[in-house]
């Protein structure tokens, strides 16, 4: 019966020590080097299990483990070098922070739009200096990187949902803007020789007037002036929107893309290319819009009033 229980007690006893592993980082049955660590425990003969470098990690070993086993990473946002002598954890692409510091520091993501190489080096925001759209830039801002559509384009990647960069309409323009989120940023033009419309929705760029071009070709045609004594309308595109108007009498008059010759303001008729000018003058002191044709001619309400001071004055100078 003792002998029964001397055995029992001895059992227990080798139980309780090889469940109780003596190398703290050792664990479970065999006492095999635990999680986060590597090597052969001093329950084993070796010479102790060595923690895995800050920020990797490793599995429960079933025997003896090199630091090759730390393939790993404890930060989620990292990734490991799977170096075989010397494993480490560096925060990805687009996250700073320092998994390997004494007190690892979190890998957080960028701000939107913002990005950063995976670096030993990507402990602060300011590791966030390239963009992850290519039509935008970065401010640099050390303490708040942030990046922007570049001039020409319009979107926010700063956005919760990124606004993709995109090319404003041929001919037109926009500047670096934290607000340039929609098209209506378009509201300048390339060639200095064009207007933009302004409108918020189809932005678009056309020649002067007394020019012809066409900023929104592809390529663009640049706006070039009229003959001197020539003139066209805002958006004429070929050289033969620019008119002149041979009547001496006569005006350009533009509409649309084309100009026309007119008879001037207080004429009337049909201007003509020959010496002798078509368009008739109304009579002293009457008026005609510019372009009739016909006599429509008639006295301004100033060309009447002056005789009528004229006779007043008259009747008074004859009673007083």
Do not use: E, H, W
Not at 1 to 24: E, K, P, W
């Amino acid at each position: 019966m003792r002998n029964i229980q001397y055995i029992i007690f001895v059992a227990l006893a080798i139980t309780a020590t090889v469940q109780g592993c003596t190398d703290s980082l050792a664990s479970g049955t065999g006492c095999y080097c635990g999680a986060g660590s590597y090597g052969q425990s001093s329950d084993n003969q070796g010479t102790g299990c060595q923690a895995c470098p800050k920020g990797s990690n490793s599995a429960q070993a079933s025997g003896t483990t090199t630091i090759a086993a730390c393939t790993t990473c404890k930060d989620t946002n990292s990734t490991n070098n799977q170096n075989a002598a010397a494993p480490a954890c560096y925060c990805n692409a687009g996250y700073y922070g320092d998994p390997t510091a004494a007190t690892p520091i979190t890998c957080t993501a960028c701000p939107k739009g913002s990005n950063s190489a995976a670096s030993t080096t990507a402990s602060t925001i300011a590791a966030c200096t390239t963009c992850k759209d290519t039509n935008s830039t970065n401010n640099q801002n050390a303490a708040a990187p942030a990046c922007y559509c570049n001039a020409g384009y319009y979107g926010d990647p700063t956005a919760a949902t990124p606004i993709t960069c995109t090319a404003c309409p041929k001919g037109s323009n926009s500047a670096a803007s934290t607000t340039a989120s929609t098209i209506a940023a378009c509201t300048t033009c390339k060639d200095t020789n064009a207007v933009n419309n302004a409108s918020t929705s189809t932005p678009a760029c056309a020649c002067k007037a007394s020019y012809y071009g066409d900023p929104t070709a592809s390529p663009a045609v640049t706006c070039q002036g009229c003959p001197n004594g020539q003139t066209s309308a805002v958006g004429s595109t070929a050289s033969t929107g620019c008119v002149v108007c041979t009547d001496a009498n006569g005006t350009v008059v533009l509409s649309g893309n084309t100009g026309s010759c007119v008879c001037a303001a207080n004429y009337y008729g049909n201007p003509t290319t020959t010496g002798t000018s078509g368009c008739t003058q109304c009579g002293s002191g009457q008026t005609a819009p510019v372009g009739s044709t016909t006599n429509v001619c008639k006295s301004s309400f100033s060309s009447l009033l002056l005789p009528i001071l004229s006779f007043l004055s008259f009747v008074m100078l004859m009673l007083f």
